[in-house]
């Protein structure tokens, strides 16, 4: 099946620096999906995107579907932005017309006051 | 409009026990999809349904189930609990079509934490 691999694992910045996390993928997918889920477990998702650039704020990201790989980036990072970012994509299932989320591991990012 | 709804949002069971989890989807959203969260395994896909049926399974022993309702409402079940079962159940909504209409994301509950002592 599909293989997702985002880096790095772990992310450790100042208040106010940036940020980049990277997510690559083995196979075409239907759609991509960034998240952020919060110290009590729930996964907000950041940006539904299957191809091209978007921007929310301080956060944006970037899916390059020809080659696999999408970019979240962090700008200014705050305290707030603490947690575990999480790229998932949408893999095809041949049976059944579903389709399902493959997460990757994630990536713990701390940001410090 | 409001979100996805998981109750109840913790659990403590005893290894044997058996125990049902619940999810309103967003309004408007027919298919519901479960995934449960562990530290060792991650984030796995458990199943999926559309108007009240089962469109697909993960990799997870029968013990596992779960069931759509009318409203689309989800309930999954896990009967004979066993430690390795705790977890964080989480359950996602999306607009999906019957017959490979385009989705445009998964939405997901807070979750509910399973312990099991």
């Known amino acids: 099946g599909i293989q997702v691999e985002q880096s790095p694992p772990d992310l450790i910045l100042q208040e106010g620096a940036n940020s980049t996390l990277r997510c690559n993928f083995s196979?075409?997918?239907?759609?991509l999906q960034w998240f952020h889920q919060n110290p009590w477990g729930q996964l907000i998702n950041l940006f539904y995107i299957p191809s091209g650039t978007k921007q929310n704020g301080r956060l944006s990201a970037t899916t390059v579907a020809t080659e696999r790989y999408s970019l979240l980036y962090i700008s200014s990072s705050q305290t707030t932005d603490s947690g575990v970012y999480f790229c998932?994509?949408?893999?095809?299932?041949?049976?059944?017309?579903?389709?399902?989320?493959?997460f990757g591991k994630g990536t713990k990012l701390t940001v410090n006051p | 409009k409001a979100g996805v709804t998981q109750t109840p949002r913790y659990l403590i069971k005893t290894r044997g026990q058996q125990v049902t989890l619940s999810c309103s989807p967003i309004?408007?959203?027919?298919?519901v999809s479960w995934y449960q969260q562990t530290p060792g395994q991650g984030l796995q896909f458990l199943f999926e349904y559309f108007s009240e049926t089962q469109r697909n399974k993960g990799n997870f022993p029968g013990r596992f189930s779960g069931r759509q309702f009318s409203n689309s409402r989800s309930e999954m079940n896990v009967s004979t609990l066993e430690l390795g079962d705790s977890a964080l159940y989480l359950c996602a909504s999306s607009f999906s079509g019957a017959f490979f209409e385009k989705n445009y994301g998964y939405t997901f509950g807070s979750g509910t934490r399973l312990t099991v002592v």
């Open positions: 309004s408007g959203h027919r298919s």
């Open positions: 998932a994509v949408d893999a095809p299932i041949t049976q059944g017309g579903s389709e399902k989320l493959v």
């Open positions: 196979d075409s997918v239907n759609n």
